[in-house]
């Protein structure tokens, strides 16, 4: 009775909790889904990662990944927490490095190394240096936002030639990656996600009347939402906001 006592002590002590990270929380949709994160509760502590934040991640630098990686398991093992959920919200579109292409006239190589850079490299070495952080056992989710425009099967009207291959080939890291991850947690999932047309400043030069351009906290809710009901079966595949399947 007495032993029987003790070792649930012991297992109440060394329970550990959940942590969740989102790494580009400074961004519309990161911002959004760190904040609904926070309100829901179901984790006992929740990160948010960025150029800004102490550890910083900036994806021009695979060493601020590595450190900020290490500086996440520091936190884990300090407050016996375990990263059950990791959500990359980072991506480009347009800016300095230039804007999405009309033509194949259009085709730059500074913009194609910087929508890979960040689309792409940047979320793949995510996988290089947070995967190791996820666990051995029990449900751990990884979802990467992506867009239904990097659907190669999806593709009817061309355009933004980099933006779309730098997300189907996050799209095939991601598919690539689960497979790994399932062989190490057979409860692990791991997938590409599309949030729809969302409010910030990534598609507001596109975002055209007759487009359904939602606001971010109701797409960080329906991400979240659809993130909680998938299954080890879904790992690797890529889904949109309302938990639909999208052709690769
Ligand atoms: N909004 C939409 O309609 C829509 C539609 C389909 C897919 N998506 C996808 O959803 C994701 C989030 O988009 P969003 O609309 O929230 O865009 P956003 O507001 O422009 O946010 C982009 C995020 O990426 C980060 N980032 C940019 N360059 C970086 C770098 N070098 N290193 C690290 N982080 C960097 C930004 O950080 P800083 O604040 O430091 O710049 C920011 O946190 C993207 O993957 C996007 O492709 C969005």
Known sequence: ????????????????????????????????????????????????LGRRTDPGIDFSQEASIASAAQAVAEVCAAANLELRLLIVATGFLHGASGQPERSWANLDVGYLEHVFKINTLGPGLVMKHFFPLLPK??????GFLSAKVGSI??????????????????????????????????????????????????SEPFAKTGLNVRPAPEAARDLLAVLEALTPQDTGGLVDYLGQKLPF
């Open 137 to 142: 056992q029990g449900r751990c989710v990884a």
């Open 153 to 202: 099967g999806d593709n009817a009207l061309g355009g933004w030639y980099g933006y779309r291959a730098s997300k189907a080939a996050l799209n095939q890291l991601v598919k690539t990656a689960s497979i790994e991850l399932t062989r190490r947690n057979r409860q692990s999932i791991c997938v590409a996600l599309h949030p729809g047309t969302v409010s910030t400043a990534l």
């Open 1 to 48: 009775m007495n032993s029987d006592k003790n070792s649930m002590v012991a297992q109440t002590q060394t329970q550990t909790q959940s942590l969740a990270v989102v790494i580009g929380a400074s961004g519309g949709l990161g911002a959004a889904l760190q904040a609904q994160l926070e309100r829901d509760g179901h984790h006992a502590q929740v990160l948010g």
